[in-house]
């Protein structure tokens, strides 16, 4: 039986590869990755990455990953733009762990919205009314994450911990962010600053968003898949 953070997961990769017409990238006929477990707790694979390329963006990078013995029920996916794009990218984290729900949904910026007020205007003061409709959900608390977590991804996003009842909604506000998401692909969006500009900024945006300085999570995944696939899990999503 598939489970509820299973399922967000995999409906919206689902719409992505389909409406963007993407193609899987495999390794031997299997995933991109198999993610493996030594830890004493859970020897053997216990999830894997999966990659998709095409339909105009960078592209699509799902990860995986489930440990019973711990009650860990984990699923993201990152549609990355390409690397001079002024798109945002699309982001979506949902996780249960134990009998805890949480999620994590956002388009981060290609500009610093201070500078740049007009991109901000154009881009993401029209998802304001879904933002609102989200943290408006009865039975979501606001996740324990750093100031620096936060400076570095949009104002507009969504990270909470979630009851069952309120996880079950996130289906249609999560489709209501990619609804979105679809739309600005179709755009032109324009700044002024260089293609240069804009992926120099990406590069060291992406580089403190997988940080595991930043982003205490990933020294646990490190603990459990080891340092080795963690960093090459962190040089993929970073574009490297």
């Known amino acids: 039986m598939t489970s509820l953070p299973q399922s967000l997961s995999d409906t919206n990769v689902?719409?992505?590869?389909?409406?963007?017409?993407?193609?899987?990238?495999?390794?031997?006929d299997g995933p991109f990755m198999t993610l493996t477990s030594n830890a004493p707790f859970a020897q053997g694979p216990?999830?894997?990455?999966?990659?998709?390329e095409g339909g105009g963006i960078d592209k699509l990078v799902t990860c995986s990953i489930v440990v019973p013995a711990i009650g860990l029920d984990s699923h993201m996916l990152f549609a990355f733009t390409p690397a001079n794009?002024?798109?945002?990218?699309?982001?979506?984290?949902?996780?249960?762990?134990?009998?805890?729900y949480a999620f994590h949904l956002d388009m981060i910026p290609r500009a610093d919205l201070g500078q740049h007020i007009e991109y901000m205007n154009q881009v993401y003061q029209p998802l304001t009314e879904k933002f609102d409709a989200a943290e408006a959900?009865?039975?979501?608390?606001?996740?324990?994450?750093?100031?620096?977590?936060?400076?570095?991804?949009?104002?507009?996003?969504?990270?909470?911990?979630?009851?069952?009842?309120?996880?079950?909604?996130?289906?249609?506000?999560?489709?209501?962010?990619?609804?979105?998401?679809?739309?600005?692909?179709?755009?032109?969006?324009?700044?002024?600053?260089?293609?240069?500009?804009?992926?120099t900024r990406d590069k060291a945006n992406r580089a403190a968003?997988?940080?595991?300085?930043?982003?205490?999570?990933?020294?646990?995944?490190?603990?459990?898949?080891?340092?080795?696939?963690?960093?090459?899990l962190r040089r993929l999503l970073r574009g490297e």
């Open 85 to 100: 794009s002024l798109v945002p990218h699309f982001t979506l984290d949902s996780v249960k762990a134990g009998e805890h």
């Open 137 to 199: 959900m009865e039975g979501i608390t606001k996740a324990h994450i750093s100031p620096r977590q936060r400076a570095i991804m949009s104002p507009w996003m969504l990270v909470h911990r979630a009851t069952e009842a309120a996880f079950t909604q996130l289906f249609d506000h999560a489709g209501a962010y990619l609804d979105y998401w679809f739309d600005l692909l179709s755009q032109p969006l324009e700044l002024g600053i260089s293609a240069e500009q804009i992926a």
């Open 14 to 28: 689902d719409r992505i590869v389909s409406r963007l017409g993407l193609t899987e990238v495999k390794q031997d």
């Open 209 to 232: 968003i997988f940080s595991p300085d930043i982003d205490p999570v990933w020294k646990q995944i490190d603990g459990l898949i080891g340092q080795t696939d963690a960093e090459a």
């Open 46 to 52: 216990v999830g894997s990455v999966r990659v998709f």
